[in-house]
């Protein structure tokens, strides 16, 4: 599944990025490899969501650079990397409120449709549209529930929402930022299985709390602390790591104990 | 299939055929005013729904709206003062010049979001009122007389007051139908997803601000045809039309029938305008009672007339 032999899908360079005095990524270097599920953890305040930022284009970094599919993405807005194939989705969900899960996925899909300067017709009735969100909905599990508005669905079924709206745009890379916060214990459960479905069709970059998902599923993990990379490797190594051990302090029994 | 017939399809569907049979009434009846006043009342409802396609749809809160309609009576006057009386040649104008007004305005606008927004629109619209201010030979402060309403080369004789009530009508209703068409197209969509979570739509592949754009534009070259009818019913342009305090009003008029809603602007427009008339006759304090009444709207009925309308539809 894991392509090792070829070049890294994204690339990132010594990346840095602060706020004030605080470096929330300091001279991050990492390679994600075609195919693989790659999990980012690290304590609160690691600096796992700005860097998903900066990978998405939602924030710029200081320096550094980041290749996505052998090219240079480092300056390009977000609106532009999405169009290359990479997709994210949101810590605190994302979505638009006023409108019905399956206009989200399909303005998702129109996104990679063709420019949207089409000013006459009726974008709800575009079959290929609808078909392409319900098709989405339905990876997710949420199938039935296409018609109800964003603001009606369960915080669960909006975690999966986002997945099906991120997917709706095809995309060669999935930045999940935590997919399972917020979600009771069957609902997490759903969740890792769909991730266990995705990842054979798309590469994923995980980050997540949740230790067992996150040993369950990963193919590589690296950890972040202070906006550094501490170690690096597939589940094993870095449950064996010592220096991510005392990262982890209180958290460590998690990590040994539930993998 | 939800039920077409409810209490605020019905009202809308009354008040667009009263507003057709209007001139009937004013023939049967000889009332003359009814129509010059309805005249008015219809151009202003095509400027409200058209801030109504930016404003409640784009969540673009322009405050500088008037000055579409100043730009497009300008390009009427100064045209009609110059020798050139042909509509054919007035109206594009007018719409051109609004269109590219809405477009260096909104490029360096959009840049801006919130409180920055409203205070750039208005500031380019006070602008623009104090360079007609100073176009001293088209009357400068005083404003400009039209003599002669733009000519259709016998088409449509603007002077009679029937055929330009239906004139502007038109306009009116095939503004809304525009409108209607444009934020159910896959550009409406995205517009509408920019207002409800601008970072979402980027995230998915759009550039938001292309799309705001362009609906800013779309938005000023509505009004500016409305600028345009406007000069030929009153016969005469002045600064004071595009003053801060009718950007307002015409905020007033989109809020009061219902922000976002298609047909809301219309009957916000109707009732702001039909208010004024009465109460101003009883007392030149009107807007005494016209402020609170906008505060309870505010405060209770969040979506305008349409949004109570709509509450009795849900029954």
Redesign the interface.
């Known amino acids: 599944m894991v392509d090792s032999s070829g070049d890294p899908l994204l690339r990132v360079e010594n990346l840095v990025r602060s706020f004030g005095g605080i470096k929330a990524t300091d001279n991050l270097s990492l390679d994600i490899l075609p195919g693989e599920l790659h999990a980012i953890i690290g304590p609160n305040g690691a600096g796992k969501t700005t860097l998903i930022s900066q990978l ?1 284009g ?1 924030l710029m970094p200081n320096s550094g650079a980041v290749h996505f599919a052998g090219r240079d993405v480092t300056r390009l ?3 532009q990397r ?2 290359l194939g990479l ?2 989705s ?1 810590q605190i969900t ?6 019905t899960a399956a ?1 989200n996925v399909a ?2 899909a ?3 449709d063709g420019h ?9 009735k ?1 079959k290929h549209l609808r078909d392409a969100a319900q098709a989405a909905l339905a990876r997710v599990g949420l199938a039935q529930r296409g018609d109800v508005p964003v603001s009606e669905l369960s915080h669960g079924e909006q975690r999966e929402l986002e997945l099906a ?1 991120a997917l ?2 095809k995309p060669q890379l999935l930045l999940l930022d935590e997919p399972m916060a917020g979600l009771g214990v069957t609902e997490s459960a759903r969740m890792v299985a769909l991730l266990k479905e995705l990842r054979k069709e798309v590469t994923i970059v995980l980050v997540e709390h949740d230790m067992e998902a996150v040993f369950a599923l990963a193919d590589r993990i690296t950890v972040l602390v202070y906006g550094r990379v501490i170690a690096s490797g597939d589940p094993d190594a870095i449950r064996n790591n010592e220096e991510v051990k005392r990262a982890y302090l209180g958290e460590q029994h998690a990590v040994t104990s539930h993998g | 299939m939800k039920s077409h017939i409810n209490v605020r399809n019905v009202v809308v569907a009354l008040v667009a055929l009263g507003l057709l049979l209007l001139p009937l009434y004013s023939a049967v009846t000889g009332n003359i005013f009814i129509l010059t006043l309805f005249t008015r009342i219809v151009i202003f409802a095509l400027a409200a729904a058209s801030l109504n396609l930016i404003m409640g749809y784009g969540g673009m809160m322009s405050f500088g709206h008037a000055a579409y309609l100043g730009i497009g009576g300008y390009a009427v006057g100064i045209l009609a003062y110059e020798g050139i009386g042909s509509g054919f040649i007035q109206w594009p104008v007018a719409l051109a010049a609004s269109a590219l007004y809405a477009l260096v305005i909104g490029a360096l606008s959009l840049r801006t979001r919130g409180v920055y927004f409203i205070m750039i629109t208005l500031a380019f619209a006070q602008m623009a009122y104090y360079i007609a201010s100073g176009l001293s030979r088209y009357g400068g402060d005083d404003g400009l007389t039209i003599y002669k309403r733009s000519t259709f080369g016998g088409l449509i004789d603007l002077s009679n007051r029937v055929q330009f009530y239906y004139l502007c009508l038109f306009c009116l209703f095939g503004g809304v139908y525009l409108i209607w068409r444009i934020i159910n197209s896959r550009f409406g969509m995205v517009v509408r997803g920019v207002r409800s979570n601008e970072q979402r739509m980027q995230a998915i592949g759009f550039h938001a601000n292309r799309y705001r754009l362009v609906c800013f534009v779309i938005s000023g070259t509505i009004c500016g045809l409305a600028g345009a009818l406007l000069a030929n019913n009153t016969d005469f342009i002045s600064p004071a039309g595009m003053y801060w305090t009718r950007s307002g009003e015409l905020m007033v008029m989109v809020v009061f029938g219902g922000m976002g809603s298609l047909f809301g602007p219309v009957l916000g427009t109707i009732v702001f305008l039909l208010l004024e008339e009465v109460l101003s006759q009883f007392t030149e304090y009107w807007a005494l009672i016209m402020g609170p009444l906008l505060l309870l709207i505010v405060l209770f009925a969040r979506g305008g007339i349409m949004g109570v309308l709509g509450r009795f539809s849900r029954g």
């Open positions: 998405t939602q807005p977000s609106y999405s169009r997709a994210r949101f994302s979505l638009l409120p006023d409108f206009d303005l998702a129109q996104a990679h949207s300067f089409r000013f006459w017709g009726a974008a709800r575009e709206v709706a745009t």
